[in-house]
Nanobody, 122 residues
């Protein structure tokens, strides 16, 4: 059973930076896709960025493009570098993974972490 553990959340002022990390355990070497999603209170969970473990190919949502960067440190760890944070980036950030592919739908990801809170004040 794959387990995902996120770290790196916190509170920052607008314009600041945070780096989130996600470590996958319970798997010899993660394959497929890992990514970051977020959910603000009263809103649906949305996909922020994903990375294909094998090729390193990435997807970054338009609403964070140019500010957030997803990267893989090894086959079991991915990071999300968040620069130029805005108050609207405030949300619980979740790491997710799927051994098959990077899906467009949030619901198709098999494994989820518990989340790490990011709060951006103006």
């Amino acid at each position: 059973q794959v387990q995902l553990v996120e770290s790196g959340g916190g509170s920052v002022q607008a314009g600041g930076s945070l780096r989130l990390s996600c470590v996958a355990s319970g798997y010899t070497a993660m394959r497929g896709c890992m990514g970051w999603f977020r959910q603000a209170p009263g809103k649906e969970r949305e996909k922020v960025a994903t990375i294909l473990i094998g090729s390193g190919s990435t997807y970054v949502a338009d609403f964070v493009k140019g500010r957030f960067t997803i990267s893989r440190n090894n086959r079991n760890t991915v990071s999300l570098q968040m620069n130029g944070l805005k108050p609207e980036d405030t949300a619980m950030y979740y790491c997710a993974a799927d051994s098959r592919a990077c899906w467009s739908s949030v619901r198709q990801y098999t494994y989820w972490g518990q989340g790490t809170q990011v709060t951006v004040s103006s």
